[in-house]
């Protein structure tokens, strides 16, 4: 059976990963540093876990499933003593494409990250509805990169990818940069950020005398349409005159000139995994 070391099995994403790979045909050495984090995944799964060592031992692939800020120094740690033609694989590109790995090139670096489920989507049972992180009911699709190692190493890890972040329907092939641009900067940078300014504006709405429940409503049903005809998932729909005009007016009020660059630039990208992967100290 092809050996996976799962390292960080004990932390919330590790627990995750080691459920979807229960029962699966690859053979698991769970690898976790904490008490807490081992009495987690024994009561989350029943699993055990072994010393670093034991679960390093023959390893065909081991998992990073630590933190961004602890990846490079988990990697120095093993990437020295690791068999030669061990796959690596790190859940996030911040690590790696801030320059975080170890040189070494008998060993594979592959990168994976789930999409995390669609807003559109097929699901009729409503519990899968309900996960909306996704790997454990709701389908989602995935994406990887071969940062350095054989052909047949993308086929295996892509493997490993699909099974822990199961059920997966598309897997995009990219680069390192790409899912970098994609994360951080496009689903957090971006995302995130209006998302949570939408949360702000819904609230302030209800500063002013707006109903809570009618607001919220309000603002999820009107996303609904419009992130459909944005994105191009409702073709026939068109924004109104109204709507359009009201974008024009608002857009230099909320976005100032060259804020995609800002953001996308590759020197941005960068600085921002940089600082993801070692996070500015915090000013008493």
Not at 9 to 18: D, F, H, P, Y
Not at 46 to 68: F, I, M, N, T, Y
Not at 82 to 104: K, N
Not at 191 to 212: F, H, K, N, Q, S
Request: proline share 6%; aromatic share 6%.
């Amino acid at each position: 059976m092809t050996k996976i070391a799962l390292l960080g099995a004990g932390g919330k994403m590790g627990v995750r990963l080691s459920r979807n790979l229960t029962g699966s045909r690859f053979d698991v050495a769970h690898v976790e540093v904490s008490e807490e984090g081992r009495q987690r995944l024994r009561d989350a799964s029943g699993h055990e876990c072994v010393e670093l060592g034991q679960g390093l031992s023959r390893a065909d692939v081991v998992v990073l499933a630590v933190p961004d800020r602890a990846i490079g120094k988990v990697a120095h740690q093993i990437v020295p003593d690791l068999d030669p033609g061990t796959a690596v694989m790190v859940l996030d590109a911040a690590a790696p494409y801030a320059g975080e790995m170890p040189e070494r090139d008998d060993v594979t670096y592959f990168v994976t990250h789930p999409c995390h489920p669609p807003i559109f989507n097929d699901e009729t049972d409503l519990e899968a509805k309900k996960d909306y992180f996704g790997g454990v009911l709701a389908k989602q699709h995935i994406v990887c990169a071969l940062m350095q190692g054989p052909e047949e190493h993308y086929v295996l890890c892509e493997e490993v990818a699909r099974t822990i972040y199961a059920p997966v329907m598309r897997s995009h092939r990219c680069t390192v940069e790409a899912i970098a641009i994609m994360e951080p900067a496009l689903s957090e940078t971006i995302g995130a950020t209006m998302a949570l300014a939408l949360r702000e504006a819904t609230d302030e709405a209800i500063r002013r005398g707006v109903p809570a429940d009618a607001a919220r409503d309000f603002m999820l049903g009107h996303l609904n349409i419009e992130l459909a005809i944005a994105f191009g998932i409702f073709p026939e729909g068109k924004f109104s005159d109204g709507a359009l005009h009201a974008i024009e007016a608002a857009r230099p009020k909320i976005f100032r000139d060259g804020w995609l660059d800002s953001i996308f630039a590759p020197e941005a990208v960068l600085a921002s995994v940089k600082e993801i992967c070692n996070p500015p100290k915090k000013v008493a």
